[in-house]
């Protein structure tokens, strides 16, 4: 073991992404390092945003051993930070360790997950301390995705608290993370209001458990939200849409919920009321038609930063308790496995980069290492 593939996404100054694998250097473990064989890497939307930034899919094409597509030219500047350099992919994943340094041999053959980035490629060097051993029940596809979405639902619920909220509003609560959410929200005595775009999604968190689930689809959605943001008395909301009017119609709903004023004032209700994006399932602009007086906010959310605000013994907590729930709360299904050559397929990334529910894919670069 001297070198190993890794999936790289480029944008160019002129606005060309380009996708390839390339040979690396696997340096050999010292001190406290260990080397995983990554046999499991899910593909996150966080992932997509890395691998495609704001090209569609659709539009890829083969040049050569790559794959290549154009980012729209009104995008470009959003990605001033990272032209020119060939970024690595993949946040989250799970392997077996291969090799160590001295100081972390006991770990050789075992099976570990890891979060923090270049996740998509044959071998990862990481430090002991941030690796994670499975237990035995746990299989390696299950602890793959043990970071990201667990995490992120973990940290809305912290959030909520540490911010003095009672209760939640999540919107595209189908996916994987808020299948999670209903789970955390049932244990936890938390009222949620889930919202979510089809039919065949309220079934499916009804059948979990969700007691509100709303449909946006549908033409008296308002009056539903703001129903269930009542029963519920929720007044923070995790958007992973991002685009259109769902985030000011979620403040408008936390607005009309609250009690008649008993003196009219033309600034609304002084009940706090905050909506953080965290997504982009939708592209287009944020658009807040302020109906909801002057106490609210509408800002952004990042595991990352989550979690530094939150701090290491909220993290300690969060991370026992996925652990401990890895088959139940936070299991992950995928739609389909493949390996980390076949990213570079296109009619396979197409259909790998599909943000719906049930359409999660799993890559596995075991499958196709030599």
């Not at 998509?120 to 002991?128: E, G, K, L, S, T």
């Not at 719906?356 to 670069?365: A, W």
Request: charged share 20%; net charge negative; proline share 5%.
């Amino acid at each position: 073991m001297t070198t190993g593939r890794s999936l790289r996404s480029l944008i160019a100054s002129d606005g060309t992404l380009r996708l390839s694998l390339v040979e690396r250097d696997i340096p050999e473990p010292t001190g406290s390092q260990v080397v995983v064989a990554v046999e499991a890497s899910p593909i996150n939307p966080s992932d997509l945003g890395v691998l495609l930034g704001a090209v569609d899919p659709a539009g890829l094409r083969r040049d050569g051993a790559e794959i290549v597509g154009e980012v729209p030219a009104a995008a470009l500047a959003v990605y001033r930070d990272r032209l020119d350099k060939p970024l690595p992919v993949g946040n989250e994943g799970a392997g077996i360790v291969v090799a160590a340094g001295p100081d972390a041999a006991h770990l050789v053959g075992r099976r570990v997950a890891l979060f923090g980035g270049l996740m998509w490629a044959d071998f990862r060097v990481a430090d002991a301390a941030a690796v994670v051993e499975l237990p035995d029940d746990v299989s390696t596809p299950a602890g793959a995705a043990l970071f990201v979405n667990p995490l992120t639902a973990l940290s809305m619920v912290e959030t909520m608290r540490a911010e003095g909220h009672t209760a939640l509003v999540h919107t595209a609560a189908a996916s994987n993370l808020g299948q999670m959410l209903v789970r955390i929200c049932a244990a936890d005595g938390i009222g949620l209001v889930n919202i979510v775009r089809r039919a065949d999604h309220v079934r499916l968190l009804r059948d979990l458990g969700a007691e509100h689930v709303v449909d946006s689809s549908l033409p008296d959605f308002s009056g539903r939200l703001t129903e269930a943001i009542r029963a519920t008395g929720a007044t923070l909301a995790f958007d992973a849409i991002g685009g259109g009017t769902l985030a000011g119609d979620i403040l408008t709903a936390m607005e009309h919920a609250q009690p008649p004023l008993q003196s009219w004032t033309p600034y609304g209700t002084t009940v706090p009321k905050q909506v953080y994006i965290y997504g982009a399932l939708d592209f287009s602009p944020t658009v807040i038609d302020r109906r909801f007086g002057l106490t609210w906010g509408v800002g952004g959310f990042l595991l990352t930063n989550a979690l530094g605000r939150l701090g290491g013994e909220a993290i300690a907590r969060m991370r026992a308790r996925v652990i401990a729930e890895a088959t139940t709360t936070f299991a992950s299904g995928y739609a389909q496995t493949i390996g980390l050559a076949d990213v570079l397929d296109l009619e396979t990334l197409v259909a790998a980069s599909k943000r719906g529910t049930g359409s999660k894919f799993l890559i596995d670069p075991s499958r196709d290492r030599t």
